[in-house]
């Protein structure tokens, strides 16, 4: 198993950056692919980025492409999000999630394990 604690998340105003964290517990961390999805109030939960356990390829959802970087800390269990050039629109609690496999992907149900999220609000 593992547990992830996401920090990092805040207010901005638009066109600043943010960068996410989550911190997982476990030696097997490596072992997971993991990813990141937002929720905004009144909305379903949206896949934002994903990376595989092993390969390291990366996803992203089209509106953050160019924005947005994951990449991850397998000696530091620890994955990232960097987010430039924010925008109102990605105002969300922010959730990473983590999958035993080594094939990221994008449906929230195929993730076993989350985070409890982290608020980031873009100001306009």
């Known amino acids: 198993q593992v547990q992830l604690v996401e920090s990092g998340g805040g207010l901005v105003q638009a066109g600043g950056s943010l960068r996410l964290s989550c911190a997982a517990s476990g030696r097997t961390f490596s072992s997971y692919s993991v990813a990141w999805f937002r929720q905004a109030p009144g909305k379903e939960r949206e896949f934002v980025a994903a990376?595989?356990?092993?390969?390291?390829?990366?996803y992203y959802v089209e509106s953050v492409k160019g924005r947005f970087t994951i990449s991850r800390d397998n000696a530091k269990n620890t994955l990232y999000l960097q987010m430039n050039s924010l925008k109102p629109e990605d105002t969300a609690v922010y959730y990473c999630?983590?999958?035993?496999?080594?094939?990221?992907?994008?449906?929230?149900?195929?993730?076993?394990?989350w985070g409890q999220g982290t608020q980031v609000t873009v100001s306009s």
């Open positions: 999630a983590a999958r035993p496999s080594t094939v990221a992907v994008t449906d929230p149900g195929e993730y076993g394990f």
């Open positions: 990376i595989s356990s092993i390969s390291g390829v990366r």
